[in-house]
């Protein structure tokens, strides 16, 4: 009987997938909103108008809605993978488990005392030490995010650890080379700047609804403004560095660029390298390896993709073939390894550590060995199963192909509309265009949307990996029951529902009554604006 | 004393900034990138705002 369970593997991944999802729908927002806010609260400290501290306020609140919710929708994620990643958790589980530590003790700790002080320290705080808190929260939950993004850039591309055959899994060996790790950097940087553009939307749209409606127009304004020109900023450097990052994943993942950009011959199979078109649209067929329909701009792939103008790219055809040795090699590196942990042979682990860098592939062959024993394999099942691993080695291109192409359109989209809405708001012109704020307001959502199918493009195109290279999914799950797993998918799926529609309720009600003009609560001795030169004005209201 | 204190303060800072800059700048470039971006950002938007005041008088409550 198999070791596996495939409807285990299947339903673990969709519960992660699920979780994964649902709490991304918070993280943009957390990530750019409180920036944008100490922003505000910075022009409110060096002005002394009590319009930006309203701002500040009222923004701050829809924030902290969305934060309370992402905060319970994310704590289940970590637990998971002792639950249903248990093989994972064993074999990365020294290199993983540090940076989610970190992210707990440091980030998670910080932003949470940040956050309390933010919202309850108006009164009790001096204005720029109030302005300080607000820019540790804001840098506190995009360290939070930079620790989850280096545990992530190991599974796509691991550094600072090595695979110890006695203690079979990976263990530390640079600190600084997870930490620095290129993948990771990369994805941190392009993740939080993507959150930038969520929350500079969602103040955008919001604004937009206050103008459209002629309500709260002054602070509806400001706040537009704000929004528009922090957007336009985000929105270029997130194609830009979505762009380099598609180059790190030339470099380092080339089944996943290869399925990003629907390539299934070498980019010089056609003509030269340089001629290869960039795909606009295209039907990739998975069962047959190759694209349906094709619209595509020649000349573009190449410098896009290597940032030079001959280097060619591997179609997934190619890259298939090339695992066919890795995956005999790594069969090879499993079976000496089974016999050194049975009988602690030196030429068994002599052996090993020649075919060590492919013993991932031998983890990936066992699923389709018999029994998942790799010592079964014969002369007359080896072609077979060596054939049918090779096609497991790429990731599925039509899902991957459009999760990225979604996102980057919506990428582009983005900067027109903060373009159009930073030049018309720069010129006091909004009201006078209405589509450029109903667009506003109706593309609330979708930046968010763009990072979830970010997410999906970064973890389909690293399939069938969970750690790239070294260890497949299908051998990273736990063995539950799959009833086990069927019941606490749906309970998932209905308890994070509940989330959603309370965080839908709660910005509706507070994002429809607007900013309500607080009292003014300043401590005494705190009166005056801590570098204006005058009274705090009031004149908006 | 007190000035002096400040501008001690002051360059111990700009210190530790020129430090994590060389650091950054060879060990983690985008991590830099991602300091000095976001300071940008912050500052761009900052500006928008002050910007808007300055308009505001010549605006005759158009937005």
Partial sequence: MPLIDPSVVDLSRAQFALTALYHFLFV?????????????????VITGKEIYKEMTHFWAKLFGINFAIGVATG???????????????????????????????????????????MFFGWNRLSRPAHLAVTYLTALGSNLSALWILIANGFMQNPQGAAFDPVTMRMQFNSFLNLVFSPDAQAKF????????????????????????????????????????????????????LGDALGRLDYLVQPTKIAAIEGLWQ???????????????????????????AEIGIPYVLTPLITHSESRVI?????????????????????????????????????????????????????EFAPNQDLTQITPAN??????QTEKATIPNVFVTFWAFRIMMYLGFYFVVLFAF????????????????????????????????????????????????????????????????MAFSLVGFALLYSCFIAAELYLMFKFGRLGPQHHEDHEP?????????????????Q | MGKFFKLAGLAVVIALAIALAVVAGDYGPWYFAWLVGTTMIVLIAAAGAVLFDTQEPNSNGKV
């Avoid at chain 1, 943009?28 to 409110?44: C, D, K, N, R, S």
């Avoid at chain 1, 080896?382 to 054939?387: G, L, Q, R, S």
């Avoid at chain 1, 609330?444 to 690293?462: D, K, M, N, V, Y």
């Avoid at chain 1, 005494?524 to 009274?535: E, K, N, S, Y």
Wanted: net charge negative.
């Fill in chain 1, 382 to 387: 080896h072609d077979a199963i060596i054939a």
């Fill in chain 1, 524 to 540: 005494a001795g705190h009166a005056a604006p801590m570098f204006a030169t005058g009274a705090a004005d009031k004149s908006w």
């Fill in chain 1, 189 to 240: 940087v392009h993740t939080s700047i993507a959150g930038f553009v969520a929350g500079a939307l969602f103040v955008m749209g919001v604004s937009s609804f206050y103008i459209l409606r002629g309500v709260h127009k002054e602070f509806a304004a400001r706040s537009f403004r704000m929004a528009a020109l922090f957007g336009i900023v985000s929105s270029m450097a997130v194609v830009t």
């Fill in chain 1, 314 to 366: 591997p179609g997934l055809l190619t890259l298939e073939q090339q695992a066919g040795p890795r995956i005999d090699s790594g069969i090879t590196a499993i079976n000496a390894l089974q016999q050194f942990g049975e009988t602690h042979d030196p030429a068994a682990l002599a052996t090993f550590q020649q075919h060590e860098q492919d013993m991932g592939y031998g983890f990936l062959a066992q």
């Fill in chain 1, 421 to 484: 809405a930073a030049y018309y708001s720069l010129r006091n012109e909004l009201e006078k265009h209405p589509l450029v704020l109903k667009a506003a307001l109706f593309s609330i959502p979708l930046p968010i949307l763009a990072c979830e199918f970010g997410w999906i493009t970064a973890e389909a195109g690293r399939q069938p990996w969970s750690v790239y290279g070294w260890l497949p999914t299908f051998q990273a799950a736990s063995s539950h029951p799959v009833g086990y």
């Fill in chain 1, 75 to 117: 704590l289940t994620m970590e637990f998971e993978f002792g639950t249903n990643w248990s093989m994972y958790s064993h074999f990365v589980g020294d290199v993983f488990g540090t940076p989610l530590a970190i992210e707990g003790l440091m980030a998670f700790f910080m932003e949470s005392t940040f956050i309390g002080l």
């Fill in chain 1, 28 to 44: 943009p927002l957390t990530l750019g909103m409180t920036f944008l806010i100490a922003a505000m609260e910075t022009v409110y």
């Fill in chain 1, 266 to 292: 070498d980019s010089n199979a056609n003509s030269s390298a340089a001629a290869s078109p960039w795909l606009l649209f295209a039907l990739p067929n998975d069962a047959t390896q190759s694209n349906v």
